[in-house]
């Protein structure tokens, strides 16, 4: 998926309409008119021709950010779907706690779909009458998965979210590297120098890279920042010296920056109160991989779930209810039907907070907030409160509009901000891919995932032929 693209024709929560399938994806140009790859609900309903084999035998999914997994949403079911055990738990936990129109990632469900009621009506199908899994297969590390006429190795790499990889491919005639995206920097930073050994090993005649980073001239505010352990180090007096609400903003599935904020949390004493979908996610992790991760589970110390809430408010501790002009206490489990399914489970947990726990001993707590979530502000009614951004700086009209956003929340509460963002990028340098695809040594680069490409031509120097990609109209 281009965001670029996307931004193009929709802001904010405007999005191609889905009562039209394919139409506007390909009208726009968000998606390529290709043969055999596309569901056939869609095809069918915009009157499109649905092929009976499909035209791959497979897709290689190198992790669940959204530019990578969002379209998968419109690839037929018959097409198996390769990727890290991580990625596959992402995409469960995306698909139970989504709410969006395009996110059939773990779960396909039939769409425009109909039959005949029993009164001669038409009505369209719904629930387990449409809903079928896709056919995920979990890659082990570097371990041989013969894919077609493809023989392919998953190679994990450090990211910013569990889960990412690199892929080794070959045939009788070509071998052929995916960089997927990736850094040298994060706490899995050995993932990344592992790959590149294999790779090196591996002789590549071509070499597919990412180069997010390359050309990138723009320093971040806080650029002494070069990984994640320097965030930890560096906001410690900034939250070990304050008296109140510690309130930060970091990416839902960034982990690795979980780990930095719930290490600080310890250090200085808090509680890092997480939302329902991060705790879920890190439930889903820890249960599927029994030998432990670097990730916290949810019993550890000095980290919570914080229990916003919904629908009619109802909360458990201290509830009323106006029923026939009278306010009363509801059952015991009316709030419990307030949440989702997913969501039930933690509102009995011990490490279970509300914005009552919060707002009576606000220097007890780090919150996890976001544009989507500042609401709760006005639940806890904070008294001192101190904000730190730990997500990515704004880079486009849209990012600058939602920084906007975050301000005015911060303003209308009196919130201290810090002059600049703590935050490392989870991708590598220019400096660093350049030193890395030298290393790795193909034949041949085709630079992909960069506004830059034109940067990688420095390597035809070093005897390796550059190949700018071009999109066919």
């Given at each position: 998926m281009?965001?670029?693209?996307?931004?193009?024709?929709?802001i904010d929560?405007?999005?191609?309409?889905?009562?039209?399938?394919?139409?506007?994806f390909?009208?726009?140009?968000?998606?390529?008119?290709?043969?055999?790859i596309?569901r056939?609900?869609?095809?069918?309903?915009?009157?499109?021709?649905?092929?009976?084999?499909a035209a791959?035998d497979g897709?290689?999914?190198s992790?669940?950010?959204?530019?990578?997994?969002?379209?998968?949403?419109?690839?037929?079911?018959?097409?198996?779907?390769?990727?890290?055990?991580?990625s596959?738990?992402?995409?469960?936990?995306?698909?139970?706690?989504?709410?969006?129109?395009?996110?059939?990632?773990?779960?396909?469900r039939?769409?425009?779909?109909?039959?005949?009621?029993?009164?001669?009506?038409?009505s369209?199908?719904?629930?387990?009458?449409?809903?079928?899994?896709?056919?995920?297969?979990?890659?082990?590390?570097?371990?041989?998965e013969?894919i077609g006429?493809?023989?392919?190795?998953?190679?994990?790499?450090?990211?910013?979210?569990?889960?990412?990889?690199?892929?080794?491919?070959?045939?009788?005639?070509?071998?052929?590297i995916?960089s997927?995206?990736?850094?040298?920097?994060g706490?899995?930073?050995?993932?990344?120098?592992?790959?590149?050994?294999?790779?090196?090993?591996?002789?590549?005649?071509?070499?597919l890279c990412?180069?997010?980073?390359?050309?990138n001239?723009?320093k971040?505010q806080?650029f002494?920042?070069?990984?994640?352990?320097?965030?930890e180090?560096?906001?410690?007096d900034?939250i070990?010296?304050?008296?109140?609400?510690?309130?930060v903003?970091?990416?839902?599935?960034?982990?690795?920056?979980?780990?930095?904020?719930?290490?600080?949390?310890?250090?200085?004493?808090?509680?890092l109160?997480?939302?329902?979908?991060?705790?879920?996610?890190?439930?889903?992790?820890?249960?599927?991989?029994?030998?432990?991760?670097?990730?916290?589970?949810?019993?550890?110390p000095?980290?919570?779930?914080?229990?916003?809430?919904?629908k009619?408010?109802?909360?458990?501790?201290?509830?009323?209810?106006?029923?026939?002009?009278?306010?009363?206490?509801?059952?015991d489990?009316l709030?419990v039907k307030?949440?989702?399914?997913?969501?039930?489970?933690?509102?009995?947990y011990?490490?279970?907070?509300?914005?009552?726990?919060?707002?009576?001993?606000?220097?007890?707590?780090?919150?996890?907030?976001?544009?989507?979530?500042?609401?709760?502000?006005?639940?806890?009614?904070?008294?001192?409160a101190?904000?730190i951004?730990?997500?990515?700086?704004?880079?486009s009209t849209?990012?600058?509009?939602?920084?906007?956003v975050?301000?005015n929340?911060?303003?209308?509460?009196?919130?201290?901000?810090?002059?600049?963002?703590?935050h490392?990028?989870?991708?590598?340098?220019g400096e660093?891919?350049?030193?890395?695809?030298?290393?790795?040594?193909?034949?041949?680069?085709?630079?992909?995932?960069?506004?830059?490409?034109?940067?990688?031509?420095?390597?035809m120097?070093?005897?390796?032929?550059?190949?700018?990609?071009v999109?066919?109209?």
């Amino acid at each position: 998926m281009s965001f670029s693209k996307a931004g193009e024709f929709f802001i904010d929560f405007g999005n191609p309409r889905k009562g039209n399938g394919l139409g506007d994806f390909i009208e726009l140009g968000l998606l390529p008119d290709v043969k055999g790859i596309y569901r056939e609900d869609y095809l069918r309903h915009n009157g499109l021709n649905f092929e009976e084999k499909a035209a791959v035998d497979g897709l290689l999914l190198s992790h669940a950010h959204a530019d990578h997994v969002n379209y998968v949403n419109f690839l037929r079911n018959d097409i198996p779907l390769y990727m890290s055990l991580n990625s596959k738990i992402i995409l469960e936990v995306l698909d139970a706690t989504g709410t969006g129109s395009f996110t059939d990632y773990y779960t396909y469900r039939r769409q425009f779909e109909y039959y005949l009621t029993k009164q001669k009506n038409i009505s369209r199908k719904k629930g387990d009458k449409i809903t079928e899994p896709r056919d995920i297969r979990i890659m082990d590390p570097y371990v041989i998965e013969t894919i077609g006429n493809l023989d392919v190795q998953l190679a994990p790499v450090d990211h910013s979210l569990p889960g990412a990889a690199a892929f080794l491919i070959e045939d009788n005639t070509e071998r052929v590297i995916y960089s997927g995206d990736l850094r040298f920097h994060g706490r899995n930073a050995q993932l990344t120098h592992d790959f590149v050994k294999h790779a090196k090993k591996f002789n590549p005649t071509v070499m597919l890279c990412e180069g997010t980073n390359m050309g990138n001239t723009k320093k971040p505010q806080n650029f002494n920042l070069k990984c994640e352990e320097d965030i930890e180090e560096t906001a410690y007096d900034l939250i070990n010296d304050y008296n109140g609400l510690l309130v930060v903003n970091f990416p839902i599935r960034d982990l690795d920056r979980l780990v930095t904020f719930h290490n600080l949390a310890k250090s200085t004493d808090r509680t890092l109160l997480i939302n329902l979908k991060q705790a879920y996610m890190l439930n889903r992790i820890e249960a599927e991989n029994p030998d432990g991760t670097i990730y916290p589970t949810l019993s550890e110390p000095n980290l919570g779930v914080y229990i916003p809430r919904r629908k009619d408010g109802l909360l458990s501790s201290n509830s009323y209810i106006n029923f026939e002009d009278e306010w009363i206490k509801p059952s015991d489990d009316l709030h419990v039907k307030e949440y989702e399914k997913w969501q039930k489970e933690f509102l009995e947990y011990d490490n279970a907070y509300t914005f009552e726990d919060v707002s009576e001993n606000e220097n007890q707590y780090i919150i996890r907030l976001d544009n989507y979530s500042f609401a709760e502000l006005i639940d806890i009614k904070p008294a001192n409160a101190r904000y730190i951004h730990s997500a990515t700086e704004p880079f486009s009209t849209e990012m600058e509009l939602d920084f906007e956003v975050t301000m005015n929340w911060l303003h209308h509460f009196n919130i201290d901000t810090t002059e600049s963002a703590y935050h490392v990028s989870g991708h590598a340098t220019g400096e660093q891919l350049l030193e890395m695809i030298r290393e790795i040594e193909p034949d041949v680069l085709y630079p992909i995932h960069t506004e830059n490409p034109s940067e990688y031509d420095v390597l035809m120097d070093d005897g390796i032929t550059v190949i700018h990609p071009v999109l066919k109209s």
